[in-house]
């Protein structure tokens, strides 16, 4: 795959979009505008890269949105060098997102078709998180915690507990929550047992679902 000045100019395109629908951050923006996203979705459906709206990568997933992409990242607040748990891997355009903007990245996927394919992609497209992981999200990756922030990129019925225990104090977890619809929900933990949520709009993923391959 090559990223042609038309790719380019679709991304710009998209990057508008996004502003027009209320993307601040620039960092992300900026992000975004570089990564070409049709590296992440197969060749004959390139054309379906820089619209917004999600598509199917196989196994029942689907690579978000560009504006769920852009809106979670930056409810983040990345700073450099924060250390990320992402559940979710899925095509891995949101690691690639996560490391352009220099966080250290933890990830897990649970389907053993997207683990094999994006753990050798990512590294080819010159993408190389701390660690690519085949395993149940809800678990997360407890030998690696704490983590500054912890991205959910599937909808999860309730909030996992043993998630929220891998986060530091003071760390934020973005999590979508709910059934057919998933309420963004935006976590800070500020004590050993104390935490403050938010909610930030309602958002269609797919489901997070333990023990699936």
């Known amino acids: 795959m090559k990223d042609t000045p038309k790719h380019q100019g679709l991304r710009k395109k998209l990057v508008n979009r996004l502003i027009e629908k209320g993307i601040r951050s620039k960092e992300v923006l900026t992000v975004i505008n570089k990564i070409p996203r049709h590296y992440f979705i197969d060749k004959d459906f390139e054309s379906h890269a820089y619209i917004d709206k999600a598509f199917p990568i196989g196994s029942e997933q689907t690579i978000s949105q560009p504006y769920t992409v852009a809106f979670q990242t930056s409810l983040l607040e990345l700073k450099e060098n924060e250390k990320v ?3 979710g891997t899925g095509s891995g355009y949101q690691t690639a997102v996560l490391i352009e903007l220099k966080a250290k990245v933890y990830t897990i996927e649970r389907q053993h078709y997207l683990f094999r394919k994006v753990k050798k992609k990512l590294p080819l497209l010159g993408y190389n998180p701390e660690l690519i992981k ?4 809800f678990l997360g990756m407890i030998e690696y915690a ?31 929550v709910g059934n057919n619809t998933h309420k963004m929900t935006h976590i800070l933990r ?13 958002f269609s993923f797919v489901p997070m679902l333990k023990n699936k391959n």
């Open 146 to 176: 704490p983590f500054d922030k912890i991205l959910i990129t599937a909808g999860a019925i309730k909030i996992p507990k043993k998630l929220l225990l891998q986060l530091k104090i003071g760390g934020v977890m973005i999590i979508p």
């Open 190 to 202: 500020t004590g050993k047992n104390k935490y403050e949520k938010k909610i930030l709009g309602e």
């Open 85 to 87: 748990l992402e559940i």
């Open 134 to 137: 085949y395993g149940d999200g």
